[in-house]
């Protein structure tokens, strides 16, 4: 919430034990997540059908043979596996006591998803939806002028993430991953809810390239509660693709713009560039940000302790999720989608 | 049924510039004035009074009677809601047409517009400069050329400020709508020059940007989102989003994604910047327009952007129009 719920070192050391962590999917995302555990000096423990001993050896993670296993060994669990799989996994840790993070998209329909949700109440236990971006700087500081009046009431917002497909084979089954809406647009779907608040319709279009199923691209517009209305582009480009985010807020009374693809202070020629490798596309270079994931993963973790409130909750990864899906659903159909 | 008057080759092109409502009018006329191949009259019956150095005349008959026989061709300049009296004018006098975007305020205008001047053998043109932007051509080639491999997507924004000094702009009764009816068709019309028309159109729109100084239900904030029968899908900002204190109107961009990569093109990108400064230095899209009217007109036969482009972007207007009454995508063929 503000820069004050995240604890100082002092507050670390007074810590009776570290904290233990279970990772469970040991994929990409995992690896982003490291650097917040590390930063809390938390104990990692994980857990993986495939992947994690070579997660274990590089991390020196206590590796578990089993998900039960791992549940009785930590106090907070972060649920890093494909996304059909997160319902199962978030249920068990739940009953088994332990707050949990999971990755975005909490589940592949509206129903799981704030089931989950429910679940997390009943028992008592925090439930973290890892919409990072949230912690990006660049949207966090586009939010509080939203806030504090900088642009006046928000009329048309757009925004654009450029990436390539992941390159595990899941993401490409949409059965598995909801595809580019509900995999990568998610996050400016979050982005739209987050700004501008709820949404009363929802229209979506799709594109497949016919000569590469991996080159895509999705427009929702999304028309708010507030009358606000925003525009979401996805796109997984051809292989090389630079990953990019834009954002555009207009307002009656001013305009915020972002374009990661504008000067970051950091800039190689095209000779110094060839000479440098460049990113895989997947995820976004945040080397020159105070690291978004690990903001999210400290800010998660000092929730915690303190019972204070996030700046995402289970209730936005239930909106986020339940968006999506009417998204999808007028994908399927052709219409606009009453929300 | 009448034909176009012979243009005599040796002689200036006799050109009424008819109304000058539009703030383009004053642009064409001092392009216009300027050319040894044209002499110009120009008609102001609403007594703007800001087109000057030019034979500015205090009606539309006093234009028409300007010459013996009468103007080779007109440029229309007047609100949106008084193209079709002006171009159906003309027409009947057999007289060659540049008329103001959006062509009409009405699919039925638009379409009864282009039929009297193709049955009169006119040329009509709609004026869409930004057709002629380099930038515009570098999209057309590199789709057309491949370069961008398959294109399944483009985004398109034409954002600026509320139009300032003419307040028909915004008024819903002379310009036919607010944002949605000013700013779609200019991307509309690239767009329709490499893929043809589009199959379904669906639009959202609000009022809040500019909402005190916009006329009674003109819409100032727009998203139209088309599709085409290939699959491929375009979206449209229209809005007025341009803050007032930004230091230029605003702008046009477009963005094409393909299996071979990314296209962005910025119309109006070109300009000498600094703190509030915007010095453009690009393309005269104006005067690159004018030239392509002026040869269409001694050659007897339009070229792009035609009447015919003119009327298929007033009908994805349309559409977006029913899409925003009705809440759910339009087939372009149904309106």
């Excluded at chain 1, 423990?45 to 206590?62: I, K, Q, Y």
């Excluded at chain 2, 409502?21 to 110009?40: P, S």
């Excluded at chain 2, 590199?142 to 915004?170: C, H, M, Q, Y």
């Excluded at chain 2, 699959?231 to 989003?241: E, F, K, N, P, Y």
Aim: one cysteine or more.
């Amino acid at each position: 919430m503000n820069p004050s719920a995240i604890p100082d070192a002092d507050a670390q050391q007074e810590a009776p034990r570290p904290l233990r962590v279970g990772i469970v999917g040991t994929g990409g995302i995992s690896r982003a997540h490291l650097p917040g555990w590390t930063e809390l000096g938390a104990q990692l423990h994980c857990f993986s059908l495939s992947g994690a001993e070579e997660f274990a050896a590089e991390t020196g993670a206590v590796l578990h043979s089993t998900l039960e296993e791992l549940l009785a060994a930590v106090d907070v669990v972060d649920v890093c596996t494909p996304t059909p799989e997160h319902p199962g996994v978030v249920r068990a840790a739940l009953d088994a006591g332990k707050d949990v993070i999971c990755e975005k998209p909490l589940a592949l329909t509206g129903e799981e998803a704030r089931e989950l949700a429910e679940h997390a109440e009943r028992v008592g236990r925090r439930l973290f939806p890892a919409h990072v971006v949230r912690y990006f700087p660049q949207y966090a500081a586009a939010k509080r002028a939203v806030d504090t009046g900088a642009v006046g009431e928000l009329a048309v917002l757009r925004f654009e993430r450029t990436g390539s497909l992941p390159d595990r084979s899941w993401y490409a089954d949409e059965e598995l991953s909801g595809g580019i809406v509900m995999d990568q647009m998610i996050h400016d779907i979050d982005q739209a809810l987050w700004l501008a608040g709820p949404v009363s319709s929802v229209y979506a279009q799709q594109s497949v390239a016919s000569s590469d199923a991996a080159v895509s691209t999705a427009h929702v517009v999304l028309t708010h509660r507030s009358g606000a209305i925003s525009h979401c582009r996805g796109f997984w480009g051809p292989q090389g693709t630079r990953f990019r985010y834009t954002f555009e807020l207009a307002g009656d009374g001013g305009l915020l713009q972002y374009d990661s693809a504008g000067d970051p202070g950091i800039v190689f020629d095209e000779v110094a560039s060839a000479r440098r490798g460049s990113g895989d596309g997947f995820l976004p270079d945040v080397s020159t940000l105070r690291d978004p994931y690990a903001a999210e993963i400290v800010e998660f973790a000092a929730a915690l302790s303190t019972g204070a409130p996030t700046r995402v909750d289970a209730a936005d990864g239930v909106a986020a999720v339940e968006i999506s899906r009417a998204a999808l659903e007028s994908l399927r159909t052709g219409r606009s989608i009453a929300c | 049924m009448l034909t176009a008057r012979q243009i005599d080759p040796t002689a200036p092109l006799k050109i009424a510039l008819m109304s000058c409502a539009h703030t383009h009018a004053v642009g064409y006329a001092g392009l216009l004035e300027a050319r040894a191949d044209v002499d110009l009259v120009v008609a102001d019956p609403d007594g703007y009074g800001d087109v000057r150095g030019v034979r500015v005349l205090p009606s539309y008959d006093a234009a028409w009677d300007a010459w013996p026989e009468g103007p080779d061709a007109i440029v229309v300049t007047s609100a949106n809601a008084h193209h079709k009296d002006l171009v159906l004018e003309a027409a009947r006098r057999g007289v060659h047409v540049l008329c103001e975007k959006p062509l009409a305020t009405t699919l039925a205008d638009a379409g009864a517009m282009v039929e009297a001047c193709r049955d009169a053998g006119v040329v009509l043109m709609t004026a869409f400069p930004v057709h002629f932007a380099p930038e515009v051509t570098a999209l057309r080639a590199a789709i057309s050329d491949g370069s961008l491999g398959e294109v399944v997507g483009l985004t398109g924004t034409n954002n600026g400020k509320l139009p300032a000094g003419r307040d028909w702009f915004t008024d819903v009764e002379l310009a036919g709508g607010g944002a949605m009816v000013d700013h779609t068709v200019h991307i509309a019309e690239i767009l329709d020059s490499v893929f043809g028309p589009p199959a379904t159109v669906h639009a959202v729109t609000n009022r809040i940007l500019y909402a005190e100084r916009a006329g009674e239900g003109a819409e100032t904030g727009g998203l139209v989102t088309l599709t085409y029968d290939s699959g491929l899908i375009a979206t449209i900002d229209c809005s007025w989003s341009q803050p007032a204190d930004a230091p230029t109107w605003g702008g046009l961009r477009l963005q094409a994604l393909g299996t071979g990569g990314q296209l962005q093109i910025d119309a109006f990108a070109q300009h000498v910047g600094g703190h509030d400064q915007w010095l453009p230095y690009g393309t005269n899209t104006d005067a690159l327009l004018l030239d392509a009217f002026l040869d269409a007109v001694r050659a007897g036969e339009a070229v792009d952007p035609t009447g015919e482009v003119g009327l298929r972007t007033v009908a994805v207007v349309a559409a977006a129009q029913e899409s925003v009454r009705t809440g759910q995508p339009v087939a372009v063929a149904e309106v």
